[in-house]
């Protein structure tokens, strides 16, 4: 019996971990096909595109899958789907910011507004809480594809704003305007980035206790299991401890 009550935990466990993947993928996809029909459907020319296939090929998205996606821009049946960013505080007063793709801007905005509620927080008008972080452009690579000196030196050469390297990566960061060009530079000298995208970074973290943590990440997770959501910024910090149970 604990042979087969075993078996049955890892296929629960696995068939969770394909479901969250798929959805994964889906908002991938939708990201891409956006992107290539706003633009041109050449990553070359289309640097959101560029972003989002990056993204895609760092998740391990299939090839085809990511071919299908460009292809849909340019088909008639494709869903126009508006970017929109929500902002609003969560607990203990955590400023948080919610890009999405979606093709019902009322029901987006109302399951966002009921997310924030029910964590204890609430939504705010658009520039609520975004002046509390700056809006860049950031390219990371692994650890092994150089030292922080060498990326340093790379990074400063091709016009880049800042770099963080830690056993985790290399973080370089760039105003919005110049992602392209820096990405494309670092690119030629260390491969394809892990990512490459605009990000909202915090200009200063909030500390919350455990309890307030702990609601913060429930809304957090909220928020990115919904399918129109694509990014979840927040500027809160919270106990290693806290990670390590919403973790376990």
Known sequence: ??????????????????????KLFSK?????TTAAKLGLPDPGMNARLRAAIIAARAENMPKDGIERAIKKASGNDT?????????GYGPGGVAVIVEALTDNRNRTAGDVRAAFTKSGGNMAETGAVSFMFDHVGVVEFEPGV??????????????????????S?????????????VAKALEGKFGEPRKAALVWKPKNTTAVDD????KMMGLLETLNEHDDVQNVYA??????ALVTKMSA
């Open 211 to 214: 309890d307030k943590g702990e």
């Open 79 to 87: 869903e126009n789907y508006e970017d929109i960013r929500y902002e």
């Open 235 to 240: 500027n809160f910090e919270v106990s290693d």
């Open 1 to 22: 019996m604990a042979g087969h009550s075993q078996f049955k935990n890892i296929m629960h466990r696995k068939g969770r971990q394909d479901k969250v993947r798929s």
């Open 28 to 32: 991938l996809a939708r990201e891409i």
């Open 146 to 167: 150089a030292t922080a000196d060498q990326m340093l030196e790379a990074a400063i050469d091709a016009g880049a704003e800042d770099v963080v390297s830690n056993e």
């Open 169 to 181: 990566g290399h973080e370089v960061y760039t105003t919005s305007e110049s992602l392209a060009g």
